[in-house]
């Protein structure tokens, strides 16, 4: 296997048609404090990359059996899964039941903490530049996708919202909001990457849960 990237939370290695993650315990954050939605590493906890592994496998299979592709082909060990090779697309997806975290600090004044929401956001997957908000003419004038993958997103992103959100409920918790990766294959869009308690947060009695607690919700 080569390694072809070392990210934050994960490394990620070519093995032929396949691409293999090794996921990390790295804690992420803002400002030194635990944050899912934040962008830097702030220290390192026993067992998170097996925890964020084990809530992927959970998540995507429930997503495949609701009809939506993935790119997750198989756990190998507790830190290592094997995925499909699709060609990612440089952005995130984020979708907003609430407002919560970064949209709170960049919108405040006009938005009180956990305000309904239920909107689509597209973000560009750039570290170096703070993974910043971009809009959809931007996306489509810098051909990072076409007109027709940017309106699949949205519709999938909306689809794994109810999917998720349901999911929750029926376990007394709150889906704040979660964000979604997307790569093309053979003409076709998978959502790829990760789902976890990395790239989402969910509620209980207006706290947010712990890796511990959503890795128990998610076996």
Not at 104 to 111: A, E, F, I, P
Not at 115 to 133: A, H, N, R, Y
Not at 163 to 189: H, T, V, Y
């Amino acid at each position: 296997m080569r390694l072809i990237y070392c990210g934050k939370t994960k490394d990620v290695y070519e093995d032929g048609p396949y691409l293999v993650f090794y996921f990390k315990d790295s804690l992420l954050g803002e400002d030194g404090r635990e944050d899912t939605g934040g962008n830097e590493v702030i220290g390192e906890k026993p067992g998170k990359g097996s925890a964020v592994l084990k809530q992927t496998e959970f998540l995507f299979s429930l997503l495949e059996r609701n009809g939506i592709r993935t790119h997750f082909v198989e756990r190998i060990d507790e830190r290592r899964a094997r995925f499909l090779k699709a060609e990612r697309i440089p952005l995130e997806t984020i979708y907003r039941f609430k407002a919560y975290g970064s949209f709170l600090r960049k919108y405040s004044g006009w938005v009180e903490s956990l305000q309904e929401l239920g909107i689509v956001e597209f973000t560009l997957k750039d570290d170096s530049l703070g993974d910043p908000l971009i809009t959809e003419e931007a996306i489509l004038r810098l051909g990072i996708a076409s007109e027709g993958e940017l309106e699949e997103m949205k519709e999938v992103t909306k689809r794994v919202a109810e999917i998720l959100a349901e999911f929750f409920s029926a376990k007394g918790l709150e889906l704040i909001d979660f964000k979604l990766e997307f790569g093309r294959l053979n003409g076709e869009l998978l959502v790829i990457d990760e789902l976890s308690g990395d790239t989402m947060r969910v509620m209980k009695g207006g706290r947010l849960l712990s890796q511990e607690e959503l890795l128990e919700v998610v076996e």
